[in-house]
């Protein structure tokens, strides 16, 4: 079933110009905690995990071609804690290419989880994508994405979050920003070392609706990049990571 439906009048572009991200407003331009970033270096540390409890949710997406992407919705509010803090999942969407980098090196395409807590501070997964096999929940996914700028809730179809989540889920961590106007410097960042798949076909097939939907790499200005791991003592010391395959 068709639901809302917005105009496409997008404020910004990922392209150079008057609208590019070179003149994107307020903390876009000013802020020195912004995202994303290029992991080159992450202190091992035993930090909190995330623990996980999405449940699944009646399929609800969105063609959104004012921020150049396809998005899920979870009004329900399935959440993750860390440690004993909650996030409430609001939504997941999907960039082409992968917005952070490791060793320089970004995802062909990344899955974005966008989580809320209480007190107003954002916590976003990025999961990166690579080619392979074909993804069953992905291709449910495309098969109901609407027209631009179209919502469509689907009835008698349901999707779990988990199901795009790496079975492996070692992380970066890292204080950073929103990737797009205004970039508020509000957003915890978890990037997964390891990928979850999709197939050429899959990856072709949403790059016909967006491509080239990630924000510049920003500077990291000093901030702290820490990488969950169980270590020997005699092992935390900075290591560099390891790049993405694709």
Same mark, same amino acid.
């Given at each position: 079933m068709q639901m809302g439906e917005e105009n496409c009048a997008p404020t910004y572009t990922y392209e150079e110009g008057? +609208?590019?991200?070179?003149?994107?407003?307020?903390?876009c331009t000013t802020g020195r905690m912004q995202?994303?970033?290029?992991? !080159?270096?992450? !202190?091992?540390?035993?930090?909190?995990r995330l623990t996980i409890n999405y449940q699944p949710a009646d399929l609800?997406?969105?063609?959104d071609c004012n921020q150049y992407r396809v998005l899920v919705k979870f009004p329900d509010n399935y959440w993750l804690t860390?440690? /004993? /803090?909650? &996030?409430?999942?609001? !939504?997941l969407h999907f960039r082409a290419p992968g917005e952070n980098a490791v060793q320089g090196k970004r995802p062909r395409m990344s899955v974005q989880f966008v989580h809320f807590s209480p007190e107003g501070v954002?916590? @976003? +997964?990025? #999961?990166?994508? @690579?080619?392979?096999?074909?993804?069953?929940? +992905? !291709?449910?996914?495309? $098969?109901? @994405?609407?027209?631009?700028?179209? $919502?469509? /809730?689907?009835?008698? #179809?349901?999707?779990?979050?988990?199901?795009?989540l790496p079975a492996e889920r070692s992380f970066y961590r890292y204080p950073?920003?929103?990737?797009?106007? +205004?970039?508020?410097?509000?957003?915890?960042?978890? #990037?997964?070392?390891?990928? @979850?798949?999709?197939?050429?076909?899959?990856?072709?097939? &949403?790059? /016909?609706h967006y491509n080239n939907t990630a924000r510049p790499l920003q500077p990291l200005n000093d901030r702290p990049v820490s990488e969950r791991a169980q270590l020997k003592s005699s092992e935390r010391a900075r290591r560099r990571p390891q790049r993405f395959l694709v």
């Open positions: 008057p +609208i590019g991200p070179s003149h994107w407003p307020g903390l995202a994303p970033i290029d992991i !080159e270096h992450a !202190e091992k540390l035993h930090i909190n609800d997406i969105i063609n860390v440690g /004993k /803090k909650p &996030y409430f999942l609001t !939504e954002f916590l @976003i +997964i990025e #999961v990166p994508v @690579i080619a392979g096999k074909e993804n069953a929940v +992905i !291709e449910t996914l495309w $098969e109901h @994405i609407p027209d631009p700028g179209k $919502e469509n /809730k689907v009835a008698g #179809v349901k999707i779990n979050a988990n199901d795009l950073g920003s929103l990737t797009t106007p +205004i970039c508020n410097e509000v957003v915890q960042w978890y #990037v997964m070392r390891n990928p @979850i798949e999709m197939s050429e076909a899959q990856i072709a097939e &949403y790059t /016909k």
